[in-house]
T-cell receptor
Framework: GQNIDQPTEMTATEGAIVQINCTYQ??????LFWYQQHAGEAPTFLSY????GLEEKGRFSSFLSRSKGYSYLLLKELQMKDSASYLC?????????FGKGTRLHILP | DADVTQTPRNRITKTGKRIMLECSQT?????MYWYRQDPGLGLRLIYY???????NKGEISDGYSVSRQAQAKFSLSLESAIPNQTALYFC???????????FGPGTRLTVT
């Protein structure tokens, strides 16, 4: 996915916190999305970051550093229903390009 | 009713056949996208359109064509299907101001 890198899989425990990192090439960068996708379903929008910094939305937060080509999604108070794939996507010259996704497993 | 619909939801076809996947949306968005998703490869952009007169190739357009019949409709065609086009296909829409994409439920296509 045009050099958008994120870990393939992660495992965390119910009630804990997990951080999913994403790095990308900065050329033509306009903004960065995070999506959640449950198996067999369509992706659903979580966040869109344009400016540097942290944006919080309930249990989920997303961070962006434009100069470093780096973002992370932070999930707090993990619940079993958070077991899903998390997709990082870059708005590059108005094309939205996805990374390969991170499959998150939640253990009870 | 769903905001973004795709038909068919599942399709099995043979190598060499022509097939069309259709997408309709009621969100009033100008931007529409077609993606395919393969295990381990994530979502890859096939074509996208910013209005009825605008069609653009994405990352993997070879073997595909599209038609933007109206603001609400964006079709993807496989002129001569081949087995490596077996995948899950998603249509998405977007508003240039909100920057949020809304995805359809997907079409699972199998080419034998």
């Amino acid at each position: 996915g045009q050099n958008i890198d994120q870990p393939t899989e992660m495992t965390a425990t119910e009630g804990a916190i997990v951080q999913i990192n994403c790095t990308y090439q900065t050329s033509g960068f306009n903004g960065l999305f995070w999506y959640q996708q449950h198996a067999g379903e369509a992706p659903t929008f979580l966040s869109y970051n344009v400016l540097d910094g942290l944006e919080e939305k309930g249990r989920f937060s997303s961070f962006l550093s434009r100069s470093k080509g780096y973002s992370y999604l932070l999930l707090k108070e993990l619940q079993m229903k958070d077991s899903a794939s998390y997709l990082c996507a870059v708005n590059r010259d108005d094309k939205i390009i996805f990374g390969k996704g991170t499959r998150l497993h939640i253990l009870p | 009713d769903a905001d973004v619909t795709q038909t068919p939801r599942n399709r099995i076809t043979k190598t060499g056949k022509r097939i069309m996947l259709e997408c309709s949306q009621t969100k009033g968005h100008d931007r529409m996208y077609w993606y395919r998703q393969d295990p381990g490869l994530g979502l890859r952009l096939i074509y996208y359109s910013f209005d009825v007169k605008d069609i653009n190739k994405g990352e993997i357009s070879d073997g595909y064509s599209v038609s933007r019949q109206a603001q609400a409709k964006f079709s993807l065609s496989l002129e001569s299907a081949i087995p490596n086009q077996t995948a899950l296909y998603f249509c998405a829409t977007g508003d240039q101001n909100a920057y949020e994409q809304y995805f359809g439920p997907g079409t699972r296509l199998t080419v034998t």
